[in-house]
């Protein structure tokens, strides 16, 4: 099991910066993806930025340019820097961790609300 504990969320007026972080309580092993999802409400959850144990990184059409994830595997830690937030980024921000390529395990959210 993994325990993915997320700090960072908040509130931020339209143009402002917020950063993320997600730790786990232990090392991921084998091939692995770290990365964030959002769901607002009344809608689906998405896929926000993926990093993968190589290094390559995925983001989501509407956060490309202006968020940047990373992570370090020496603190089992994920980050997302998100700038230039807009009212549409308001949402429950979910750290997650898919291990040996399949197994997931989530956090338990973080609100972040960016005023017009």
């Known amino acids: 099991q993994v325990q993915l504990v997320e700090s960072g969320g908040g509130l931020v007026q339209a143009g402002g910066s917020l950063g993320l972080s997600c730790v786990a309580s232990r090392t991921i ?3 692995n993806v ?7 409400p009344g809608k689906q959850r998405e896929l926000v930025a993926v990093v993968t144990s190589g ?3 995925n983001y989501a059409d509407s956060v490309k340019g202006r968020f940047t994830i990373s992570r370090d595997n020496a603190k089992n ?3 997302l820097q998100m ?3 807009k009212p549409e ?3 429950v921000y979910y750290c997650n961790v ?3 390529g399949s197994i997931d395990y989530w956090g338990q959210g973080t609100q972040v609300t960016v005023s017009s």
């Open 55 to 57: 290094g390559s990184t």
């Open 77 to 79: 830690t994920v980050y």
């Open 98 to 100: 898919r291990e040996y």
């Open 83 to 85: 700038n230039s937030l």
């Open 34 to 40: 770290m990365g964030w999802y959002r769901q607002a």
């Open 29 to 31: 092993f084998g091939i």
């Open 89 to 91: 980024d308001t949402a």
